[in-house]
């Protein structure tokens, strides 16, 4: 759901036993194919590199997904091994050891022939739609004749073949209100004039003309409802089906193009490029936006009865980011009310999980996040539930001395499901845990640490520290090359009151 390109590698039992009961042998094929876009059984060594060739390509492909490649344990080891293990050790006296040696022997033959033959490495080209010319005029024809205009961009719009910088100049060339969402926060910087980041739905119903371009109309969007009924409604997907999601009740596309996000809204720049989009409609909408975020400062500053006003530590935050962080979302209360606060810096600069929300992927992607962009600094927004799952890899942090810094918002809850749960049902029950001390790091045995120059880092956030002063603190410390887990006693507001989303 997430529409990440991903190989997944499984070993399997070897070739002969399978079904036979061997050691963790189990149907992987189905397990998987329900969720990956493509699964195979590589089943001689000869197979290696083509399969994994095709899973490649189809991973990215259309609508980028997973895809699963199981490597039986014989397929790996080398040919003695296999040979010594699988070869008859005697003659065949009788009918029936005769057939066994010989299918063996064939089994053998079979699962090595090729195998040390030259075959082509080079990666397959990933088959990816694009919009026609025609259909990209069709649309800016649309745009033209309304007053109203406004883009709402998906995570699509941030994959290849179109770089991101590139979809950045095509959003600004375009000039349309934007609202971003998933992996497209930040593609327009902290500050573009052209990005409103509050009160999308009354946008949305207000629009003459909207571009979902790679969005979709599922619980995000209300499934559509909150489209307004009127409105020229362009939807560019490379998947029909996501494209067309809820179209049959609620909405209903004027024209849907079947292409890649980045490219669409490229080659629309191009045909816009005298366009200018009604400054009066853009101005309503930006003074809409300050007035909500004036509001929500206003709101921060209240004094709640016990710990620190969450909206008062992302706002805090916000100013002390700097332009070359990273942020990761791993929670659910706590980084729905990030999401309006914290300004992504540039693109690919927000990480979170998608459309699914699953929660414990934070350490995974900031461990990635680091690797990959090691002079960015790291900050790993969570919940109090979600670090349950990735506390452990704190330990993975300064074992490989990947120096970051992680925001837990501890409200003592699963605070997202008890904002609905205990006023429909009159109870908390399984959503209450506990204000726990993670800042606890320090004491970490040296053995674990790898060495004293290299730590874990707790520092306790507090009603009556000074926040900014927290926050220079962990960023003085990952400068110093450690790893930073900041314990943020939160308490509770209705600021998102209301905002589960089923």
């Not at 590589?42 to 095709?54: E, F, N, Q, S």
């Not at 999401?339 to 461990?367: Q, S």
Request: hydrophobic content about 40%; aromatic content about 8%; some cysteine.
């Amino acid at each position: 759901m997430a529409e990440s390109p991903l190989l997944l590698l499984g070993g399997a039992a070897v070739t002969l036993l399978k079904g036979r009961g061997a050691l963790q042998d189990i149907d992987q094929l189905s397990l998987f194919k329900p969720i990956c876009k493509f699964c195979a059984s590589v089943t001689t060594v000869r197979d290696i590199v083509p399969t994994l060739r095709k899973a490649l390509q189809v991973a990215q492909s259309g609508t980028p997904g997973p895809v699963f490649v199981e490597l039986p344990l014989d397929v790996l080891y080398p040919y003695q091994m296999v040979s010594q293990e699988m070869a008859p050790k005697e003659h065949g006296k009788t009918v029936t050891q005769k057939i066994v040696n010989w299918y063996m022997n064939n089994h053998l033959s079979n699962l090595y022939a090729g195998a040390w033959e030259p075959s082509d490495k080079s990666p397959l080209k990933p088959d990816i739609p694009f919009a026609n010319i025609s259909t990209v005029q069709k649309c800016a024809d649309l745009i033209m004749n309304g007053k109203k205009p406004v883009i709402v961009v998906g995570s699509q719009a941030t994959l290849p073949p179109t770089p991101v910088n590139d979809v950045r100049q095509a959003l600004e060339k375009i000039g349309i209100p934007c609202f971003l969402g998933g992996m497209s926060r930040g593609i327009l910087g902290a500050n573009s004039p052209l990005q409103m980041r509050q009160r999308r739905r009354d946008a949305l119903k207000e629009a003459d003309v909207i571009v979902l371009a790679g969005a979709v109309c599922d619980f995000r969007l209300s499934y559509g409802r909150g489209l307004n009924k009127k409105a020229k409604i362009i939807a560019v997907n490379r998947d029909k089906t996501q494209m067309m999601r809820n179209s049959d009740m609620f909405w209903k596309p004027t024209i849907p193009v079947v292409g890649d996000v980045g490219s669409f809204l490229k080659d629309l720049s191009g045909i816009l490029s005298n366009y200018t989009c009604p400054n009066d409609w853009t101005q309503s909408l930006r003074e809409r936006d300050l007035a909500k975020e004036d509001a929500n400062k206003k709101m921060s500053e209240d004094i709640l009865e016990q710990h620190l006003n969450p909206l008062k530590v992302f706002i805090d935050l916000e100013e002390k980011l700097p332009e070359n962080s990273i942020l990761i979302a791993d929670g659910g209360d706590f980084v729905g009310t990030s999401a309006y606060i914290l300004r992504p810096r540039g693109p690919l600069t927000w990480l979170d999980p998608g459309a699914f929300g699953t929660l414990g992927v934070g350490a995974g992607f900031a461990l990635g996040a680091k690797l990959c962009r090691p002079d960015s600094e790291i900050w790993i927004i969570f919940g109090d539930g979600s670090l349950g799952y990735s506390l452990i890899e704190f330990d993975t942090f300064v074992r490989h001395k990947i120096p970051l810094i992680a925001l837990v918002g501890n409200d003592a809850g699963w605070t997202q499901i008890a904002r609905e749960q205990i006023p429909l049902f009159g109870t908390n029950v399984a959503c209450d845990l506990a204000y726990c001390q993670f800042f606890v790091f320090n004491s970490i045995p040296t053995t674990m640490k790898q060495s004293k120059d290299w730590e874990a880092k707790g520092i306790l956030l507090q009603k009556g520290d000074n926040i900014q002063s927290i926050y220079e603190e962990a960023q003085k410390l990952v400068k110093e090359g450690n790893t930073v887990l900041i314990n943020a006693l939160i308490g509770k507001t209705k600021f998102r009151e209301g905002s589960i989303s089923i």
